[in-house]
Nanobody
Framework: QVQLVESGGGSVQAGGSLRLSCAAS????????MGWYRQAPGKQRELVVD???????NVGDSVKGRLTISRDTAKNTVDLQINSVKPEDTGVYYC???????????????WGQGTQVTVSS
């Protein structure tokens, strides 16, 4: 069974940095994209960043210029750092992976259980 394990998050002071990590486990033939989304209270889930197999990145407007992302395609991990955090960065952060399993040519869309990030001013 393929799973995502998230780590990091918690409370951060405004102006500081938040760091999140996500690791996939299980039998995976290929990861198409891997990245992070977030959901603030009362709002829809939004893209933070995702990284394609090619390495190309799709970055959400709210974090452009403040984000560092690294992806290890051999280990199926993705690490996120957001600098100069603001109270508006508060929310539940979800790791997401779109992948193809062995023996199955369909793309699967998998979500982590989420990790809370709270930015205090």
């Amino acid at each position: 069974q393929v799973q995502l394990v998230e780590s990091g998050g918690g409370s951060v002071q405004a102006g500081g940095s938040l760091r999140l990590s996500c690791a996939a486990s299980g039998i995976i033939w290929r990861v198409n994209t891997m990245g992070w989304y977030r959901q603030a209270p009362g709002k829809q889930r939004e893209l933070v960043v995702d990284v394609a197999y090619s390495g190309s990145q799709n970055v959400g407007d709210s974090v452009k210029g403040r984000l560092t992302i690294s992806r290890d395609t051999a280990k199926n991990t993705v690490d996120l750092q957001i600098n100069s955090v603001k109270p508006e960065d508060t929310g539940v952060y979800y790791c997401n992976m779109k992948y193809i399993a062995w023996g199955d040519h369909r793309e699967h869309d998998l979500w982590g259980q989420g990790t809370q990030v709270t930015v205090s001013s």
